[in-house]
Protein backbone atom coordinates (compact mmCIF):
# COMPACT_ATOMS: atom_id res chain seq x y z
CA UNK A 1 0.00 0.00 0.00
CA UNK A 2 1.15 3.88 -0.54
CA UNK A 3 1.02 6.52 0.78
CA UNK A 4 -0.41 9.62 -0.63
CA UNK A 5 0.55 12.38 0.90
CA UNK A 6 -1.42 15.36 -1.20
CA UNK A 7 -4.67 13.53 0.05
CA UNK A 8 -3.42 12.04 3.40
CA UNK A 9 -4.92 9.23 3.01
CA UNK A 10 -4.17 5.65 1.86
CA UNK A 11 -4.22 4.83 -1.95
CA UNK A 12 -3.41 1.73 -3.79
CA UNK A 13 -3.20 0.80 -7.29
CA UNK A 14 -5.58 -2.56 -6.72
CA UNK A 15 -8.88 -3.53 -7.92
CA UNK A 16 -11.75 -1.32 -8.03
CA UNK A 17 -14.96 -2.79 -6.94
CA UNK A 18 -17.71 -3.47 -10.15
CA UNK A 19 -20.49 -1.64 -10.48
CA UNK A 20 -23.36 -3.18 -10.69
CA UNK A 21 -26.00 -6.00 -9.07
CA UNK A 22 -24.41 -9.03 -7.31
CA UNK A 23 -26.95 -11.24 -9.22
CA UNK A 24 -27.22 -10.06 -12.59
CA UNK A 25 -29.73 -10.51 -15.12
CA UNK A 26 -29.19 -12.79 -17.53
CA UNK A 27 -31.20 -11.45 -20.48
CA UNK A 28 -28.89 -8.92 -23.20
CA UNK A 29 -30.70 -5.75 -22.78
CA UNK A 30 -32.79 -4.51 -25.52
CA UNK A 31 -31.50 -2.94 -28.44
CA UNK A 32 -32.81 1.45 -29.46
CA UNK A 33 -35.71 1.50 -32.12
CA UNK A 34 -32.81 2.62 -35.13
CA UNK A 35 -30.70 -0.87 -33.72
CA UNK A 36 -28.14 0.85 -31.50
CA UNK A 37 -27.26 -0.28 -28.29
CA UNK A 38 -24.36 -0.22 -25.40
CA UNK A 39 -21.85 -2.51 -24.63
CA UNK A 40 -22.61 -3.53 -21.42
CA UNK A 41 -22.10 -6.31 -19.03
CA UNK A 42 -24.30 -7.86 -16.25
CA UNK A 43 -21.79 -5.81 -13.97
CA UNK A 44 -22.24 -2.36 -15.34
CA UNK A 45 -19.46 -1.74 -17.24
CA UNK A 46 -20.01 -0.23 -20.56
CA UNK A 47 -17.19 -0.47 -23.10
CA UNK A 48 -16.27 2.64 -25.17
CA UNK A 49 -12.51 1.79 -26.14
CA UNK A 50 -12.03 -0.86 -29.62
CA UNK A 51 -8.84 -2.62 -30.07
CA UNK A 52 -8.13 -3.80 -33.65
CA UNK A 53 -5.37 -6.21 -34.00
CA UNK A 54 -4.44 -5.65 -38.16
CA UNK A 55 -1.94 -8.44 -38.10
CA UNK A 56 -1.06 -11.25 -36.23
CA UNK A 57 2.55 -10.59 -37.89
CA UNK A 58 5.53 -9.12 -36.40
CA UNK A 59 9.06 -7.99 -37.49
CA UNK A 60 10.20 -8.93 -34.31
CA UNK A 61 10.98 -11.78 -32.51
CA UNK A 62 10.60 -10.84 -28.79
CA UNK A 63 11.41 -13.69 -26.24
CA UNK A 64 7.88 -13.28 -24.13
CA UNK A 65 6.40 -12.73 -26.65
CA UNK A 66 6.88 -15.25 -29.72
CA UNK A 67 9.49 -17.92 -30.46
CA UNK A 68 12.61 -17.08 -32.23
CA UNK A 69 10.89 -18.63 -35.90
CA UNK A 70 8.20 -16.69 -35.13
CA UNK A 71 4.84 -17.74 -35.48
CA UNK A 72 2.42 -20.24 -37.66
CA UNK A 73 0.65 -16.62 -39.18
CA UNK A 74 -2.68 -16.63 -40.47
CA UNK A 75 -3.91 -16.82 -44.16
CA UNK A 76 -4.84 -13.93 -45.80
CA UNK A 77 -7.99 -15.15 -46.54
CA UNK A 78 -8.71 -16.22 -42.86
CA UNK A 79 -7.95 -12.28 -41.75
CA UNK A 80 -10.20 -9.26 -42.22
CA UNK A 81 -10.21 -7.24 -45.63
CA UNK A 82 -9.50 -3.58 -45.36
CA UNK A 83 -13.35 -3.55 -46.00
CA UNK A 84 -14.46 -6.13 -43.18
CA UNK A 85 -12.38 -3.97 -40.61
CA UNK A 86 -13.88 -0.51 -41.68
CA UNK A 87 -17.38 -2.40 -41.61
CA UNK A 88 -17.22 -3.61 -38.14
CA UNK A 89 -15.27 -0.62 -36.88
CA UNK A 90 -18.25 1.80 -38.33
CA UNK A 91 -21.13 -0.58 -36.62
CA UNK A 92 -19.17 -0.35 -33.74
CA UNK A 93 -19.04 3.54 -33.80
CA UNK A 94 -22.37 4.10 -35.22
CA UNK A 95 -24.02 1.53 -33.47
CA UNK A 96 -22.29 0.52 -30.21
CA UNK A 97 -21.19 3.62 -28.52
CA UNK A 98 -17.14 3.09 -29.23
CA UNK A 99 -15.34 6.36 -29.11
CA UNK A 100 -12.01 5.38 -29.16
CA UNK A 101 -10.39 2.68 -31.75
CA UNK A 102 -6.59 1.54 -30.85
CA UNK A 103 -4.90 -0.11 -33.80
CA UNK A 104 -2.50 -2.85 -32.73
CA UNK A 105 -0.97 -6.25 -33.84
CA UNK A 106 1.28 -8.27 -34.15
CA UNK A 107 2.85 -5.21 -35.51
CA UNK A 108 -0.12 -2.58 -36.92
CA UNK A 109 2.37 -0.89 -39.39
CA UNK A 110 3.15 -3.81 -41.42
CA UNK A 111 -0.31 -3.13 -42.71
CA UNK A 112 -0.04 -1.53 -45.90
CA UNK A 113 -3.60 0.29 -46.06
CA UNK A 114 -3.02 1.32 -42.07
CA UNK A 115 -3.11 4.93 -43.51
CA UNK A 116 -6.53 4.50 -44.87
CA UNK A 117 -8.34 2.55 -42.17
CA UNK A 118 -7.32 5.36 -40.29
CA UNK A 119 -8.68 8.33 -42.22
CA UNK A 120 -12.22 6.23 -42.79
CA UNK A 121 -12.36 5.42 -39.12
CA UNK A 122 -11.58 9.53 -38.37
CA UNK A 123 -14.14 10.42 -40.78
CA UNK A 124 -16.98 8.70 -38.15
CA UNK A 125 -18.89 10.15 -36.08
CA UNK A 126 -19.70 8.94 -31.94
CA UNK A 127 -22.53 9.17 -29.97
CA UNK A 128 -21.57 12.45 -28.99
CA UNK A 129 -21.01 14.01 -32.29
CA UNK A 130 -17.37 13.30 -32.74
CA UNK A 131 -14.76 11.88 -34.46
CA UNK A 132 -13.47 8.87 -32.73
CA UNK A 133 -10.26 8.92 -30.53
CA UNK A 134 -7.63 7.04 -33.11
CA UNK A 135 -4.49 5.51 -31.42
CA UNK A 136 -1.58 3.27 -32.42
CA UNK A 137 0.61 0.72 -30.79
CA UNK A 138 3.44 -0.35 -32.31
CA UNK A 139 7.25 -1.74 -32.24
CA UNK A 140 8.46 1.95 -34.10
CA UNK A 141 9.93 -0.15 -36.88
CA UNK A 142 9.62 2.15 -40.26
CA UNK A 143 7.19 4.77 -38.07
CA UNK A 144 10.10 7.50 -38.73
CA UNK A 145 8.85 6.73 -41.97
CA UNK A 146 5.46 7.05 -41.93
CA UNK A 147 4.54 9.19 -38.71
CA UNK A 148 3.55 12.69 -40.57
CA UNK A 149 1.49 10.68 -43.06
CA UNK A 150 -0.59 8.94 -40.20
CA UNK A 151 -0.86 12.07 -38.16
CA UNK A 152 -2.14 13.52 -41.47
CA UNK A 153 -4.45 10.60 -41.90
CA UNK A 154 -5.80 11.55 -38.33
CA UNK A 155 -3.86 9.55 -35.74
CA UNK A 156 -4.16 11.40 -32.61
CA UNK A 157 -1.70 9.21 -30.38
CA UNK A 158 1.00 6.74 -30.20
CA UNK A 159 2.22 4.22 -27.69
CA UNK A 160 5.47 2.74 -28.53
CA UNK A 161 6.93 -0.28 -27.28
CA UNK A 162 10.20 -0.61 -26.14
CA UNK A 163 11.79 -2.48 -23.35
CA UNK A 164 15.47 -1.16 -23.04
CA UNK A 165 17.67 1.46 -24.98
CA UNK A 166 20.53 -0.50 -24.48
CA UNK A 167 21.69 -1.97 -27.45
CA UNK A 168 22.73 -5.14 -26.77
CA UNK A 169 19.97 -6.08 -24.10
CA UNK A 170 17.96 -4.59 -27.25
CA UNK A 171 19.39 -7.14 -29.53
CA UNK A 172 19.08 -10.75 -27.27
CA UNK A 173 15.31 -9.75 -26.55
CA UNK A 174 13.89 -8.93 -29.73
CA UNK A 175 15.99 -11.08 -31.53
CA UNK A 176 16.73 -8.11 -34.13
CA UNK A 177 19.52 -5.26 -34.03
CA UNK A 178 16.66 -2.52 -34.68
CA UNK A 179 17.06 -0.29 -31.75
CA UNK A 180 18.32 3.01 -33.68
CA UNK A 181 15.11 2.63 -35.96
CA UNK A 182 13.09 2.69 -32.30
CA UNK A 183 14.33 5.41 -31.40
CA UNK A 184 14.28 7.78 -34.37
CA UNK A 185 10.44 6.81 -34.42
CA UNK A 186 10.26 8.28 -31.16
CA UNK A 187 11.76 11.65 -32.28
CA UNK A 188 9.58 11.23 -35.43
CA UNK A 189 6.35 11.20 -33.56
CA UNK A 190 6.55 13.80 -31.30
CA UNK A 191 7.74 15.99 -34.39
CA UNK A 192 4.38 14.94 -35.71
CA UNK A 193 2.68 15.72 -33.27
CA UNK A 194 1.86 12.69 -31.86
CA UNK A 195 2.11 13.77 -28.41
CA UNK A 196 2.72 13.01 -25.55
CA UNK A 197 4.49 9.78 -26.92
CA UNK A 198 4.10 7.11 -24.96
CA UNK A 199 6.64 4.44 -24.00
CA UNK A 200 5.53 0.72 -23.14
CA UNK A 201 8.02 -1.41 -21.55
CA UNK A 202 7.72 -4.78 -19.90
CA UNK A 203 9.59 -5.65 -16.98
CA UNK A 204 11.09 -9.02 -16.59
CA UNK A 205 12.96 -10.96 -13.89
CA UNK A 206 16.80 -11.12 -14.90
CA UNK A 207 16.51 -9.62 -18.43
CA UNK A 208 15.75 -5.62 -18.05
CA UNK A 209 15.26 -5.17 -14.46
CA UNK A 210 18.10 -2.67 -14.18
CA UNK A 211 16.66 -0.68 -17.61
CA UNK A 212 14.17 0.72 -14.84
CA UNK A 213 15.99 3.91 -13.90
CA UNK A 214 17.42 4.42 -17.54
CA UNK A 215 14.57 3.97 -19.53
CA UNK A 216 12.84 6.50 -17.12
CA UNK A 217 15.65 8.70 -17.76
CA UNK A 218 15.50 8.86 -20.96
CA UNK A 219 11.44 9.11 -21.15
CA UNK A 220 11.52 12.01 -19.17
CA UNK A 221 14.43 13.75 -21.13
CA UNK A 222 12.00 13.30 -24.24
CA UNK A 223 9.28 14.42 -22.95
CA UNK A 224 7.67 10.85 -23.53
CA UNK A 225 4.97 9.55 -21.13
CA UNK A 226 6.92 6.18 -20.10
CA UNK A 227 4.25 3.33 -18.73
CA UNK A 228 5.72 -0.11 -17.07
CA UNK A 229 3.79 -3.07 -17.72
CA UNK A 230 4.10 -6.24 -15.41
CA UNK A 231 4.68 -8.55 -17.29
CA UNK A 232 1.35 -10.42 -18.40
CA UNK A 233 0.76 -14.46 -18.74
CA UNK A 234 0.82 -14.39 -22.59
CA UNK A 235 3.62 -15.16 -24.15
CA UNK A 236 5.43 -18.73 -24.56
CA UNK A 237 3.69 -20.80 -21.38
CA UNK A 238 6.78 -21.49 -19.83
CA UNK A 239 7.97 -18.22 -19.79
CA UNK A 240 5.79 -17.00 -16.76
CA UNK A 241 5.60 -17.43 -13.50
CA UNK A 242 3.67 -15.30 -10.93
CA UNK A 243 6.02 -15.60 -7.90
CA UNK A 244 8.83 -14.72 -9.93
CA UNK A 245 7.15 -11.57 -11.72
CA UNK A 246 8.64 -7.75 -11.43
CA UNK A 247 5.75 -6.48 -9.64
CA UNK A 248 4.41 -2.89 -9.48
CA UNK A 249 5.65 -2.75 -6.03
CA UNK A 250 9.41 -3.23 -6.95
CA UNK A 251 9.35 -1.15 -10.09
CA UNK A 252 7.86 1.58 -7.70
CA UNK A 253 10.55 0.98 -5.11
CA UNK A 254 13.78 1.11 -7.98
CA UNK A 255 12.28 4.01 -9.53
CA UNK A 256 12.05 5.85 -6.26
CA UNK A 257 15.92 5.79 -5.53
CA UNK A 258 16.44 7.99 -8.34
CA UNK A 259 12.88 10.13 -9.33
CA UNK A 260 10.91 11.89 -6.93
CA UNK A 261 7.29 10.57 -7.59
CA UNK A 262 4.28 12.08 -6.67
CA UNK A 263 0.75 10.12 -7.47
CA UNK A 264 -1.27 12.38 -10.20
CA UNK A 265 -4.15 14.45 -9.08
CA UNK A 266 -6.31 13.69 -12.63
CA UNK A 267 -8.32 10.64 -11.85
CA UNK A 268 -7.18 7.57 -13.65
CA UNK A 269 -10.94 6.62 -14.59
CA UNK A 270 -10.77 3.77 -17.29
CA UNK A 271 -7.19 3.95 -18.44
CA UNK A 272 -4.88 0.56 -17.43
CA UNK A 273 -1.78 2.66 -16.37
CA UNK A 274 -1.32 4.55 -12.31
CA UNK A 275 0.03 7.75 -13.54
CA UNK A 276 2.81 9.19 -11.13
CA UNK A 277 4.36 12.97 -11.74
CA UNK A 278 8.03 12.17 -11.64
CA UNK A 279 10.95 14.55 -11.40
CA UNK A 280 14.62 13.81 -12.35
CA UNK A 281 17.68 14.31 -10.75
CA UNK A 282 18.16 17.46 -12.54
CA UNK A 283 14.56 18.70 -11.86
CA UNK A 284 12.98 17.52 -15.88
CA UNK A 285 9.70 16.73 -15.07
CA UNK A 286 6.80 14.67 -16.75
CA UNK A 287 4.89 11.78 -16.17
CA UNK A 288 5.48 7.61 -15.53
CA UNK A 289 2.76 5.12 -15.88
CA UNK A 290 2.30 1.63 -14.02
CA UNK A 291 -0.06 -1.22 -15.75
CA UNK A 292 -0.16 -3.58 -12.75
CA UNK A 293 -2.51 -5.94 -14.78
CA UNK A 294 -1.72 -8.90 -12.49
CA UNK A 295 -0.65 -7.92 -9.12
CA UNK A 296 -3.85 -5.00 -8.83
CA UNK A 297 -6.25 -5.53 -11.28
CA UNK A 298 -7.98 -3.17 -12.55
CA UNK A 299 -11.22 -4.94 -13.89
CA UNK A 300 -13.77 -3.07 -12.52
CA UNK A 301 -12.94 0.38 -14.72
CA UNK A 302 -12.29 -2.12 -17.95
CA UNK A 303 -14.22 -0.13 -20.99
CA UNK A 304 -12.54 -2.09 -23.52
CA UNK A 305 -13.46 -4.74 -26.62
CA UNK A 306 -11.44 -6.24 -28.53
CA UNK A 307 -11.74 -7.48 -32.09
CA UNK A 308 -9.14 -10.24 -33.21
CA UNK A 309 -7.14 -10.62 -36.70
CA UNK A 310 -9.55 -13.11 -38.18
CA UNK A 311 -12.34 -11.36 -36.92
CA UNK A 312 -13.55 -12.77 -33.99
CA UNK A 313 -14.68 -10.48 -30.87
CA UNK A 314 -13.39 -10.73 -27.44
CA UNK A 315 -14.38 -9.53 -23.90
CA UNK A 316 -11.61 -9.79 -22.27
CA UNK A 317 -7.59 -9.79 -22.92
CA UNK A 318 -7.24 -12.87 -20.98
CA UNK A 319 -10.48 -14.76 -22.01
CA UNK A 320 -11.25 -17.77 -24.10
CA UNK A 321 -14.63 -16.58 -24.86
CA UNK A 322 -15.30 -14.96 -27.91
CA UNK A 323 -17.85 -14.45 -31.21
CA UNK A 324 -16.49 -14.57 -34.53
CA UNK A 325 -18.34 -11.46 -36.66
CA UNK A 326 -16.16 -12.93 -39.98
CA UNK A 327 -18.22 -15.83 -40.18
CA UNK A 328 -21.30 -13.70 -39.73
CA UNK A 329 -20.39 -11.19 -42.29
CA UNK A 330 -19.42 -13.40 -44.95
CA UNK A 331 -22.41 -15.69 -44.65
CA UNK A 332 -24.46 -12.42 -44.95
CA UNK A 333 -25.13 -10.81 -41.46
CA UNK A 334 -26.55 -7.62 -41.31
CA UNK A 335 -25.38 -4.41 -39.36
CA UNK A 336 -27.92 -5.06 -36.73
CA UNK A 337 -27.42 -8.90 -36.50
CA UNK A 338 -23.80 -8.06 -35.92
CA UNK A 339 -24.05 -5.36 -33.41
CA UNK A 340 -26.42 -7.69 -31.66
CA UNK A 341 -23.65 -10.44 -31.40
CA UNK A 342 -20.95 -8.37 -30.69
CA UNK A 343 -22.96 -7.05 -27.35
CA UNK A 344 -23.93 -10.66 -26.70
CA UNK A 345 -20.10 -11.31 -26.35
CA UNK A 346 -19.62 -8.18 -24.06
CA UNK A 347 -22.77 -9.05 -22.08
CA UNK A 348 -21.14 -12.33 -20.81
CA UNK A 349 -17.55 -10.74 -19.77
CA UNK A 350 -16.73 -12.24 -16.56
CA UNK A 351 -16.39 -10.05 -13.37
CA UNK A 352 -12.09 -10.33 -13.39
CA UNK A 353 -9.60 -12.03 -15.53
CA UNK A 354 -9.07 -14.54 -13.17
CA UNK A 355 -5.32 -14.73 -13.54
CA UNK A 356 -4.53 -15.62 -9.39
CA UNK A 357 -7.67 -18.02 -9.80
CA UNK A 358 -6.72 -21.71 -9.45
CA UNK A 359 -8.00 -22.40 -12.85
CA UNK A 360 -6.76 -19.64 -14.13
CA UNK A 361 -6.00 -20.68 -17.83
CA UNK A 362 -3.50 -18.66 -20.31
CA UNK A 363 -5.64 -17.86 -23.29
CA UNK A 364 -5.30 -20.19 -26.36
CA UNK A 365 -4.21 -17.04 -28.90
CA UNK A 366 -1.26 -15.56 -29.18
CA UNK A 367 -0.64 -11.96 -28.09
CA UNK A 368 -0.07 -11.01 -31.37
CA UNK A 369 -3.23 -12.09 -32.48
CA UNK A 370 -5.56 -11.09 -29.80
CA UNK A 371 -4.02 -7.29 -30.13
CA UNK A 372 -3.06 -5.43 -27.03
Excluded at 90 to 106: E, H, P, S
Excluded at 212 to 228: C, E, K, M, S, V
Excluded at 349 to 356: A, E, N, Q
Amino acid sequence: MLTDSQSGGQMTLGLPSVPGSASPASDLPAAAADGSRQLIDRYGRVARDLRVSLTDRCNLRCTYCMPAEGLDWMPTEQTLSDDEVNRLIRIAVDKLGIRQVRFTGGEPLLRKSLEEIIATTKALRTDEGNSPTVALTTNGLGLEKRAANLADAGLDRVNISLDTIDPERYLKLTRRDRLHHVLEAIGAAAEAGLSPVKINAVVMPGVNEEDIPTLADYALHQGAQLRFIEQMPLGPREQWRREDMVTADDILARLREDIELTPARAPRGSAPAALWDAVAADGTRGQIGIIASVTHPFCGDCDRTRLTTDGAIRNCLFGNSETPLRDLMRDGASDDELATAWAGEMWRKKPGHGIDDEGFLQPDRPMSAIGG
